[in-house]
């Protein structure tokens, strides 16, 4: 399976899954970076709050990205799912809700699309856990302020597709991130272990 996220087109597109902070400034990231974001946000108050949370945001980075870089969508039916690229996911953190969602994700996205989660606890081999397309489903682990912080962990487990994690990283150089690729899909990743160990 190739993936095509690299290819050069007029318009290219991201869900991602989640409208809270992290959500929201994942989003802002891809629009500042040429793409069209998709955000699914169930809540409606919070979906009402994200165009100010976006203008805000693009103007704290320094970008003159249009806010109809943004698409909100209150169910994943909604999205254009033929033209996503990739899709990352940013709900809150428990994990059946998370292995519920890329269960049906693994239904909706186009084959060649990556899954990526960005959960800071949960290895993504335990999230995709039973899926038949593990090898498209990646981390992809994003510090808060997402749209501020460069880090970015790109995690891969033992049935990630080879090479696939390298083609995530450029992704994420393209969009001005500094991609960190963690090889062991173990709680923490390696910033997280980090902070704790140096805690201790």
């Known amino acids: ?89 940013c709900i809150p953190e428990k994990l059946e809700l998370k292995r519920k969602l890329f269960a049906e994700l693994e239904k909706v996205a186009r084959p060649d699309a990556v899954v990526a989660s960005n959960s800071s606890s949960f290895p993504i081999s335990e999230i995709a856990a039973g899926l038949q397309t593990q090898a498209r489903m990646i981390g992809l682990h994003y510090f808060l302020p997402a749209h501020l912080v460069p880090l970015v962990e790109v995690v891969r487990s033992k049935k990630t597709k080879t090479g696939l994690p390298e083609r995530v990283g450029e992704l994420m150089r393209s969009l001005g991130k500094v991609p960190v690729q963690v090889r062991k899909d173990i709680p923490g990743f390696l910033a997280n272990r980090m902070q704790h160990a140096m805690a201790r």
Do not use: C
């Not at 996220?5 to 899954?17: C, D, P, Q, S, T």
């Not at 959500?23 to 699914?40: P, R």
């Not at 103007?59 to 806010?67: E, F, H, V």
């Open 1 to 89: 399976m190739k993936y095509t996220f690299l290819v050069k087109k007029n318009r290219r597109h991201a869900a991602i899954i989640g409208g809270g902070n992290m959500g929201a400034d994942v989003a802002l990231t891809f629009a500042a970076g040429g793409w069209q974001a998709h955000v699914v946000e169930l809540a409606e108050a919070t979906r009402r709050k994200l165009p100010d949370y976006y203008a805000q945001g693009l103007k704290q980075i320094g970008s003159k990205a249009s806010l109809e870089r943004f698409t909100t969508h209150a169910a994943l039916k909604d999205v254009p799912w033929e033209d996503v690229e990739i899709v990352i996911e």
